[in-house]
């Protein structure tokens, strides 16, 4: 809400320090030098802003090759243009500025009198109050100082804040985050490739599909296809294939019953028992299985025999 053009405009002389941050890059304290209006059915302003780059990035063209640098660390200070909604923070403090900033001798002048504020201030630049100095006086905006207010307080009671080592363990934390992130992204990748794998496992089925025609060329199901979707125990391309080849014509119940019973039965004997004629004739006619058979292997499609 503080970035809404007609309470952030007000604030944006020469020499006001902001934070920026775009997608995962946070700028460190940046420097305001002007603002300028696009117009269009909803105006936005372009602000042009002094910030700490890093000695690689400094030189690209293109704003989104830029990287930010902290203001501890060597870089150097560049122009560059940003949009409004990129704005965090807001300080109090404005820095003076020189008549010409072409220069780089320049540019590092202001540099140098904002790593002094900061070390003035090593609990933090004062921000400007989105209410009594902003006069932002929105319901939303009451209950967010509100909220703020708590969790602030809640830090500074915390334990954590009075220790010595709260840099390392806050670097412990993020470095723990940071994997833990890799770890979710390394298995988004996985299934990404195990997806790919069941792709071409699918064209394989497919295919076994049509040269039995279960579905023509173009891939739509036919008779025998929904047929084998309405079979739901044992092995649905065997069953319909002995259906449509007409087996149970000629059987009676009793045999039906007994060819059937070769798709449940899944107990495994070393011996082959002795089948009566009536039931090794039914049997026999089971052979259809090997056009199933066939046409899986021929597409390199493990199965069980």
Not at 17 to 40: E, P, Q, R
Not at 44 to 55: E, G, K, M, P
Not at 140 to 153: A, D, G, H, I, N
Not at 250 to 257: N, Y
């Amino acid at each position: 809400m503080i970035n809404e053009p007609k309470y952030l405009l007000p604030f944006l002389q020469p020499g006001r320090l902001v934070t920026v941050k775009y997608g995962d890059l946070n700028f460190d304290w940046c420097v305001v030098l002007n603002f300028h209006k696009k117009a269009g059915e909803k105006p936005t302003y372009t602000i042009d802003v002094l910030a700490h780059l890093t000695s690689d990035s400094v030189v690209q063209k293109s704003t989104s090759d830029l990287q930010p640098c902290p203001l501890s660390e060597k870089g150097e200070m560049k122009a560059i243009p940003i949009q409004h909604t990129l704005i965090r923070d807001i300080s109090a403090i404005r820095v003076y500025l020189p008549d010409d900033l072409r220069t780089k001798d320049a540019r590092q002048s202001v540099l140098k009198s904002v790593q002094e504020i900061k070390r003035r201030h090593p609990l933090g630049l004062p921000l400007l109050d989105p209410i009594k100095d902003m006069d932002i006086k929105s319901n939303e905006m009451l209950s967010c100082v509100k909220q703020y207010s708590t969790l602030q307080t809640r830090i500074n009671e915390h334990p954590l804040t009075k220790t010595n080592e709260l840099k390392y363990l806050y670097e412990q934390y993020e470095r723990k985050a940071n994997l833990e992130r890799q770890v979710l992204e390394a298995k988004n990748d996985l299934k990404k490739a195990q997806s790919l794998l069941q792709i071409g496992d699918l064209k394989k089925y497919k295919r076994v599909l049509r040269r039995l025609g279960y579905c023509n060329s173009t891939d739509i199901i036919d008779l025998k296809g929904r047929v084998a979707c309405e079979i739901d125990t044992g092995d649905e391309l065997v069953t319909t294939e002995l259906l449509f080849n007409g087996v149970f014509n000629d059987l009676t119940v009793s045999q039906a019953c007994a060819l059937l019973s070769c798709f449940v039965f899944q107990e495994k004997g070393n011996e082959m028992p002795k089948l009566p004629q009536e039931l090794s004739g039914p049997l026999r006619l089971m052979q259809i299985l090997h056009s199933v058979l066939i046409e899986t292997k021929e597409i390199w499609i493990p199965i069980d025999v």
